[in-house]
């Protein structure tokens, strides 16, 4: 079931139709996710992926505080781009999620996929299992499925224009989001081109080291093969 909705327009300077993807739209994607389409969006434009950092507790509450910011996200980014917007779960909503599937795991920071998000002890049946799989699978479906494509399509204010999306998308991130941002490019730098980050004080991923010295994840690879099963994709992060 194509679950994808028009939530509202933006009245910014550069109108956006609002859209929701529903939870299990996608195959594999348990979280739900808002995606700000520019209403003259023609041609190929690259998706600039944002993550929510706001204090909502549930996934809904979450979405209800990002389509509010969403104004103020736009006007951050300054330039006409289609915004994608995964809803990650709070720290509260993961660990009651656990504690249901009785699991006795504390995980940090969900938000910034904390290392504890890839533990062994989460079942792949878990609807956070793996978040930073789901925002991939996410963004490589809008991007190639026509079917997702067609749905967008028809619930766009402007639907003469023909858009596409490139295969890969900027990553836009300020404060907690930027951190958030940092860690899902080491975790997935083949899914971005660029990365606008501000304020996010210290916590930056090193890979390499100084003197080829390692940290491990989520400053650095040392432990990253262990912990994600793959292993660092070197070329794609430079």
């Known amino acids: 079931i194509m679950n994808i909705k ?28 808002i995606l700000a389409l520019p209403q003259d969006l023609k041609g ?11 204090n909502g507790q549930t996934l809904e509450a979450s979405v209800e505080n990002i ?3 969403l104004p103020d996200i736009i ?19 993961f660990n009651q999620s656990l504690e249901d599937y009785g699991i006795s795991l504390k995980v940090g920071e969900p938000k ?12 792949s049946e878990h609807p956070f299992y793996r978040l930073d799989n789901q925002v991939a699978t996410l963004i490589q479906s809008i991007s190639t499925s026509d079917d997702i494509k067609a749905k967008l399509q028809s619930l766009r204010t402007d639907k003469d224009t023909d858009f596409v999306f490139s295969p890969k998308s900027n990553g836009f991130g300020h404060s907690g989001a930027g951190a958030a941002m940092l860690r899902f490019a080491l975790l997935h730098p083949e899914m971005l081109d660029t990365l606008i980050i501000g304020g996010n004080g210290d916590i930056i991923p090193t890979p390499f ?10 400053f650095g690879i040392k432990d990253y093969n262990q912990l994600l099963g793959r292993n660092f994709l070197e070329a794609d992060y430079k």
């Open 44 to 54: 190929e434009s690259k998706l600039t992926l944002v993550f929510n950092n706001e």
């Open 112 to 123: 910034q996929f904390a290392r504890e998000c890839f533990s062994a002890e989460i079942p």
């Open 209 to 218: 080291g100084a003197n080829g010295a390692q940290l491990e994840y989520p």
């Open 75 to 93: 006007e951050g980014v300054q330039f006409a781009s289609p915004v994608i917007i995964p809803i990650l779960p709070s720290q509260q909503e």
């Open 67 to 69: 389509v509010a910011q």
């Open 6 to 33: 028009l939530l509202k327009t933006t009245d910014t300077t550069c109108q956006f139709d609002i859209l929701k993807i529903e939870p299990g739209t996608i195959k594999g994607v348990n979280i739900p996710c």
